[in-house]
């Protein structure tokens, strides 16, 4: 072949080359997202909700060709709600996997083991919605953790104002004795401090115990409060709902929005459950008025078939949305640095009537919260 027809060829190549879409990569590697989150243990109906809606949008992602061509592979790992657990096999999946983020981890003791160790930080790696509101993890900021849901202060601030306004007065604070339910108690303490009040009982109960609640019973129930909020998982609000309804309390009670109302109905019965108030952080998953609770029912129905629909499904799915778009931002070849880079620029991002907005000085991107009442025939009432 003479050298005029190479460089002619040449040039048609380079054309073509031009002009293929951004997104055609054929062959590839994958984009590796690492998730720790309790798939077995206490919390585990929470934990696979939270990873099924994240699942879902992914999926969908996948299926429309990925992010310039590459398919999302998310590197899932159970630590059965136990910190040490998280510390470990977040190690693991760092060194083994080396995901591009992190996403997606549930607990506030599991995260903090995390903090404590610097293990983010020695990675240099984004971490994207933890399931946790606890202040220690917001306050002082930690550059690589990104929230995407109110803190439990935000959350009992709006119990205590709501209750307060509806004329109650003595307030009692059932929590789990661990710092994710010490940053509730805190959080709740300091909102009726605001209002020249102060909690008339408190009374705690063992994280690694959720059903053995007779201790924090014990210490509320003789002070005989207009309302309680309980900062607890889901199988130790049953167990307390239970107990204190049968010896004949008609406090308001009020839950965090980590409970599954759900499994509220299921472990107390639907007439211990009925009127329990739930704080939500989450835009209302149950209808279609959101453009993105349209689009979250319709890709878990086609991608997670037979999983639950519930909030935590649904803030997994959001997040999920937001973390394809930061690493859609950061172009075709993205790092752990751009990704972070891309979070922090995030501003008003609007994933379908929720936004969230972070900066260089802000790492919670939303503050929204929402009061829900468990009503007649076991509904959800906004």
């Known amino acids: 072949m003479s050298s005029k027809k190479i460089h002619v060829l040449a040039l048609a190549l380079s054309l073509a080359a031009a002009l293929l879409p951004a997104h055609a990569a054929p062959g590839r590697e994958d984009l590796v997202i690492g998730q720790v989150a309790p798939l077995t243990g206490t919390i585990a109906g929470t934990g696979n909700e939270y990873v099924a809606g994240g699942a879902a949008y992914f999926a969908w992602v996948n299926d429309n060709g990925g992010i310039y061509g590459r398919k999302i592979r998310v ?23 080396k995901p591009l983020a992190l996403f997606g981890f549930v607990g506030t003791g599991n995260v903090l083991a995390l903090n404590k160790n610097k293990v983010l930080e020695e990675a240099g790696i ?27 202060t935000d959350e009992t601030a709006r119990m205590v104002e709501h209750l307060h306004t509806i004329g109650l007065r003595r307030f009692a604070v ?24 102060s909690a008339v009982a408190k009374g705690g109960y063992d994280r690694t115990k959720p059903e053995e609640v007779d201790a924090a019973v014990a210490a509320i129930a003789p002070a005989n409060p207009d309302a309680i909020i309980m900062v607890s998982v889901n199988r130790a609000s049953a167990a307390f709902i ?20 759900k499994e509220l109905l299921k472990n107390a019965g639907e007439d211990n459950a009925r009127g329990i108030g739930i704080s939500q952080v989450m835009p209302y998953p149950y209808s279609t008025l ?59 991002y609007d994933a379908g009537g929720f936004k969230v907005s972070f900066s260089p000085e802000n790492r919670v991107g939303s503050k929204f919260v929402e009061v829900t009442v468990i009503g007649r025939d076991g509904k959800l009432l906004r």
């Open 174 to 197: 059932m929590y789990q004795d661990d710092p994710f339910g010490k940053s509730g108690l805190a959080g709740a303490e300091t909102a009726l401090k605001k209002l020249g009040m």
């Open 290 to 348: 959101a453009p993105v609770a349209r689009e979250f029912q319709t890709l878990m129905a086609k991608y997670q078939p037979g999983k639950v629909v519930s909030y935590a499904s649904m803030e997994s799915f959001i997040a999920a949305k937001i973390l394809v778009e930061a690493i859609r931002r950061s172009g075709a070849d993205p790092t752990r640095a751009k990704i972070m880079s891309q979070l922090e620029k995030m501003n008003s």
């Open 126 to 152: 984004a971490l994207l919605a933890p399931y946790t509101g606890a202040q220690d993890l917001r306050e002082p900021m930690n550059p690589h953790i990104f929230h995407i849901r109110a803190s439990y």
């Open 242 to 261: 239970k107990k204190m309804r049968a010896q004949g309390s008609k406090a308001r009670l009020f839950s965090i929005s980590v409970v599954n109302f």
């Open 75 to 97: 590197s899932l790992k159970d630590d059965s709600y136990k910190p040490d657990q998280t510390l470990a096999l977040t190690r693991q999946l760092l060194a083994e996997d």
